[in-house]
Structure formats: C-alpha cells, structure tokens
C-alpha cells in the first residue's frame, strides 16, 4: 500500500533552512516532517532531538482560550525551541481535527503524551492517521505504556524512577530514604532518547514505501532498561543488588566521591587494578594498592582516601591526577561545567540570538546555551537564533499541506486555529 499524493508541510528554505542546521548543512534527518503535540517532557525532549537531527518540526498547541490552557515553558527550556515551527489547533472541533489530518497527509512523523486513548476520543488516532497517511508513524509517550495496571496513572520523572529500580540502586538520603535525583533522567533518556531511537529507527523499517507503525513508548520500561544491568544480575543470581552492593554501586573505595581542602569535589571511578595501583600511589596510599576489592579494609581505605584529597583543593588533585591514568575527575557545578576547557573545546555551548519582535518579553536579546551536542547533529559550536513559541506560522504550514487562503482565514475567525 502506498500513501495518496498529498502537499507536504513547508520545511525550512534558504536562511531559515541554514539557521535550521546551525552551520547550514543538512542533518541525517533533512526532509522528514514530524508532527508534535506535546508541549513538555519526554515527547518534547523527543522532538528537540529529531530537529537538531535536521528533521522538520512543528509544534502543534491548543488555541489560546478553547479549553485547558497548555504548560508554557520558559523561553530558554528545551534548547530556546531553535529550529522549531508552531500553530495552534483545537482538536476537539471537527474543522479543527480536519485541518490536523490535513498535515498529517504530508507528515512522517507524530509525536503525542496524551494519555492513553485520549487520541483515538479525538478522532486522531492510528487508525485515523493512517486513513490519511499510511506511512505515517505514531509516537505515543505516556509514562506506563498504552496497557497493564498502571497505564492510567498519572506520574512524572521521579515515578518513574521509582518503580524502574533507580531510586533503590541509588545512595540512600541522610535519612536513609530514596534519593530525589538532581536530573530528569527518566524524562531525558527513558522517555525521550528512547521515542527519539524508536522514530528512527521506524523510519529506517519504513523505507522508502512501507507502512506506518505506531510506537508505544513507556518511560518506566526505559527507566527499566537503563537498570538492567543490576535487574539482569538479580534475575540470573538471586543475589541482592542495589547501592552498594557491586564495584560500581560504591562498595569499594576506588569507586566513589570525596571532598578537597576548598570544599569542592573529585569523583573517583579506578575500577581496574592498574588504574587503582596509580591513585594509590600518587595518594600516598601506596599500602592499599594490593586490597582494592578486600571488603575487609574497605572503612580504612575510605579513610585515606580521604584525609589524602582533604590536604589539596581539587583543582591541584585534578591536575596530579587525571593525567596519570587515575581514573579522577572534577565534580563540576552547572556554573562550572559551562566554561570547562573540555565542553569549550567541542562547541557544547553556544550562543543563542532571541528572535526580532518575540513575543516573549522574559527573553533577553540573546544568550547562551547547550548547542546540539550528540554525535551526528550538524552545527556544534555554531551560533543559533532561538524559537518564538508565540509566533504562529499557521498561514504558510496550512497553505504548503494545500489549504486555500479563504479557507485559513475561515478557520481563524472561527478561533479553531491559530
């Protein structure tokens, strides 16, 4: 089965198509067109990902006014929304949800959070996608999955954790409860690294003329995936497993932080004995190279560890010790790793220009932030011009999908879109 012709959404011309890339090459995605309807979280994180890949993307809001008004995030969360289109549609109307599936005819991609079955009670389901667009691909992110117990439970990144074993594996609270993570790692890699993965490789399986497929991605199972190293163990061993219980749980001395002389910090990851028998010597622990995995003299060792790095700040130990094969490194503030030689060194930080006449009046004229960094992204190190998620480009995305002038301008007297 092949999709029916139909007009594609406008990608980016000229220079908009080289702001889109940063340096004005194509990404590995250049040409697909993906459709997203969620404003935060892991779907958007999703989508941030597939634009610095060179995709088309456009962010489809509710109209201001029709119903429950959409989180806004501020002007600098997910990357200053560069590269990124925007309309606003109201589902729930039938001229509306028409105007939607007019998109989806020139669309790859669709990228929901709802949850699940909100997309089928508004007509746009796969089903209703793939009557317009059989190539289409769904991408649903919910934070269970679209089945099991769970799936209608409402939850956010420390949930998921929660339950897909992170919480537990971690270094416990002062007062011996879970930790609160300082990162949302749920919503960044379990959610929207894995949706990213799976729309691209939905892609590479659809080829040039096979069908859709709808993708149910579940943040827990990534959460679950991301442990599976300690589940996988415990499945296979019975043995318990969590902080402390492997070499790189923190049972041993050579795995593990410790405090300077300025209060700052070094984390210490010398797993192999010949990275161990280095740290030792240039600690002046020499004594303790031969015990790396003896649980016996594990207090004694942490001790001298850590009177050792207490006689020098930490730059002085980074120093001595980075170099030499010790398996040392900074732990860096998000105030410090912003001008660290080595993220300076690979164009991680990039400046960031507010578009003229942005209707964001908390938007500064530019600034700074994380540029697209992953491996393959074109652009690193290249100054970017930042999204306006106010600014609508309704009349040029719906003309380019075929919608006539008059008919736009119907709809937007009508308030169905925006």
Not at 65 to 84: K, M, N, Q, T
Request: aromatic share 6%; hydrophobic share 45%; charged share 20%.
């Amino acid at each position: 089965m092949t999709a029916p012709s139909a007009p594609s959404v406008a990608a980016p011309t000229g220079a908009v198509a080289a702001r889109a890339t940063g340096d004005g090459t194509k990404g590995p995605l250049s040409g697909v067109v993906v459709l997203d309807l969620a404003s935060v979280g892991p779907a958007a994180r999703c989508t941030r990902m597939l634009a610095d890949y060179g995709a088309t993307v456009v962010k489809v809001g509710s109209v201001p006014g029709r119903g429950v008004e959409p989180i806004r995030p501020p002007f600098y969360a997910y990357s200053g929304a560069r590269h990124l289109r925007h309309l606003a549609i109201d589902l729930k109307d039938d001229d509306g949800r028409a105007t939607f599936l007019d998109l989806v005819r020139g669309a790859d991609v669709v990228v929901e959070s709802f949850r699940p079955g909100v997309v089928d009670r508004l007509g746009i389901g796969f089903e209703a996608l793939c009557a317009v667009n059989p190539r289409v691909i769904l991408c649903s992110t919910t934070g269970f999955g679209q089945d099991g117990p769970r799936a209608g439970w409402a939850g956010h990144d420390i949930n998921y954790l929660a339950v897909g074993g992170y919480l537990s594996s971690t270094e416990p609270a002062a007062d011996g409860g879970p930790p609160v993570s300082g990162a949302t790692i749920a919503d960044a890699a379990g959610g929207g690294m894995q949706a990213a993965m799976a729309v691209m490789a939905a892609l590479i399986g659809r080829g040039e003329d096979g069908p859709g497929v709808h993708l149910d991605v579940s943040i827990a199972d990534g959460v679950l995936w991301l442990t599976s190293l300690a589940v996988d163990e415990y499945l296979a061993t019975g043995a318990p497993v969590g902080f402390g219980h492997n070499i790189i749980t923190g049972r041993y001395a050579c795995y593990d932080t410790y405090r300077c002389a300025d209060d700052r910090w070094v984390a210490v990851g010398a797993i192999e004995p010949k990275f161990f028998a280095n740290l030792c010597r240039l600690l002046g622990c020499g004594q303790w190279a031969a015990s790396q995995l003896d649980d016996a003299v594990q207090d004694a060792v942490r001790a001298d560890f850590a009177a050792a790095f207490a006689s020098r700040d930490r730059d002085a130990w980074v120093e001595a010790l980075a170099p030499a094969d010790a398996c040392v490194s900074p732990v860096l503030s998000v105030a410090e790793l912003v001008d660290d030689e080595q993220y300076r060194a690979r164009g991680a930080i990039v400046e960031a220009t507010s578009p003229i006449g942005s209707h964001d009046a908390g938007a500064p004229a530019s600034f700074r932030q994380v540029g697209p960094v992953l491996a393959g992204m074109p652009g690193a190190g290249v100054p970017v011009e930042a999204g306006d998620p106010a600014r609508s480009d309704v009349e040029e995305l719906l003309g380019a999908a075929g919608v006539t002038a008059a008919r736009i301008a119907e709809l937007r007297k009508k308030g169905v879109v925006a």
